[in-house]
């Protein structure tokens, strides 16, 4: 059984929108900030959109205003809704959630190495 399972990737052009899926029975949302990554080639994973217990979201300033980060703790589930993509996004995509309880959504995309567990990741292309 994997625990954490990314989908909703896909290639699509410049200006076009993807939704990402994150399904995990790990999501405990009402304890731990949870959050998406992206690793492009050759460069270390970073945080993109982190969202902590009490809901509160964070975006990196690269996808700010653009991305939207959510979830649906009854499915376990996290989302993030991306609008106006740019090659620049074009990355392997990860969700994962802290592996210290109560930390905040700014600690947790700041530091991609409080995620516990990742998954295989869902990979975005987009074209110019």
């Known amino acids: 059984q994997v625990p954490v399972v990314e989908s909703g990737g896909g290639l699509v052009q410049a200006g076009e929108s993807l939704r990402l899926s994150c399904t995990s029975s790990?999501?405990?949302?009402?304890?731990?900030?949870v959050g998406w990554f992206r690793q492009r080639p050759g460069q270390a994973r970073e945080g993109v959109s982190c969202?902590?217990?009490?809901?509160?979201?964070y975006y990196a300033d690269s996808v700010r205003g653009r991305f939207t980060i959510s979830r649906d703790s009854a499915k376990n589930t996290l989302y993030l809704e991306m609008n106006n993509l740019k090659p620049g996004d074009t990355a392997m995509y990860y969700c994962?959630?802290?592996?210290?309880?109560?930390?905040?959504?700014?600690?947790?995309?700041?530091?991609?190495?409080?995620?516990?567990?990742w998954g295989q990741g869902t990979q975005v292309t987009v074209s110019s």
């Open positions: 994962g959630n802290d592996r210290t309880i109560m930390g905040s959504a700014s600690q947790l995309c700041t530091r991609p190495d409080r995620v516990g567990t």
């Open positions: 969202m902590s217990r009490n809901g509160a979201p």
């Open positions: 790990l999501l405990a949302f009402d304890s731990y900030a």
